[in-house]
């Protein structure tokens, strides 16, 4: 099965709050990341946490983690259209695998004026 | 300038015809990755190398290579490709595989389509 799910699309007004939900099922992720993805263009991380965090916030983007639930979200706040792009969910195995990151499928925000 | 190239950028090719596609980083990193992407799946990872001569499987290895004979340049090698490695590959580096320990700085893809 998957290990990491995301919904595809993800459409707001500019201004508004956006928030990306990703859910996982490797318990055993000691960081999870947002990645971005312009048209185009590779991808740049844009925030990580820690598993034994709740929150991190990081100017207008705000991680929030369950781990008992294993769901992770992403709240851009005063989304601009600048911010359309795709957002990818990632954890990272540790152990033999060394530095392994697993991707989601990814979600396409579009933000619209 | 701190960056990873990709070459070529986009390549139509036949199926069994060998192609390498080159990456290169001016970081001095020593992990580099490759990986590719398909609609709808996100970034499935194909090989990674921790350094000089030391290379490793990812998630979808079969059909590629990898060499890692200078810690600069990470080439993928499809020694025969077939149409199901139509897709956009990246080619990732960091300074350590820990991304937490050191951002890793994505290339700006590889568009390759074979026929």
């Known amino acids: 099965g998957e290990d990491v799910e995301q919904s595809l699309f993800l459409s707001v007004r500019e201004g508004d709050s956006s928030v990306i939900n990703c859910t996982y099922t490797?318990?055993?992720?000691?960081?999870l990341y947002w990645y971005k993805q312009e048209p185009g263009a590779g991808l740049q991380l844009l925030t990580y946490i820690f598993s034994n965090m709740d929150m991190k916030q990081d100017q207008r983007l705000t991680v929030l983690l369950n781990k008992k639930d294993k769901h992770l979200s992403l709240r851009i706040a005063d989304t601009q259209t600048g911010d359309s792009a795709i957002y990818f969910c990632?954890?990272?195995?540790?152990?033999?695998?060394?530095?392994?990151?697993?991707f989601g499928r990814g979600t396409q925000l579009t933000v619209w004026p | 300038e701190a960056q990873v190239t990709q070459n070529p950028r986009y390549l139509i090719t036949v199926t069994g015809k060998k192609l390498t596609v080159t990456c290169s980083q001016n970081m001095n990193h020593e992990y580099m990755s490759w990986y590719r992407q398909d609609p709808g799946l996100g970034l499935r990872q194909i090989y990674y190398?921790?350094?000089?001569?030391?290379?490793d499987k990812g998630d979808v290895p079969e059909g590629y290579k990898v060499s890692r004979k200078e810690k600069r340049n990470f080439p993928l090698i499809l020694e025969s490709p077939s149409p199901n490695q139509t897709s956009l590959y990246f080619c990732?580096?960091?300074?350590?595989?820990?991304?937490?320990?050191?951002?890793?700085?994505f290339g700006p893809g590889t568009r390759l389509l074979v026929l």
């Open positions: 190398s921790m350094n000089v001569e030391v290379t």
């Open positions: 990732a580096s960091s300074l350590s595989p820990w991304t937490s320990e050191g951002t890793q700085y």
């Open positions: 990632a954890g990272e195995r540790r152990g033999s695998t060394l530095g392994r990151l697993y």
């Open positions: 490797d318990s055993s992720s000691t960081y």
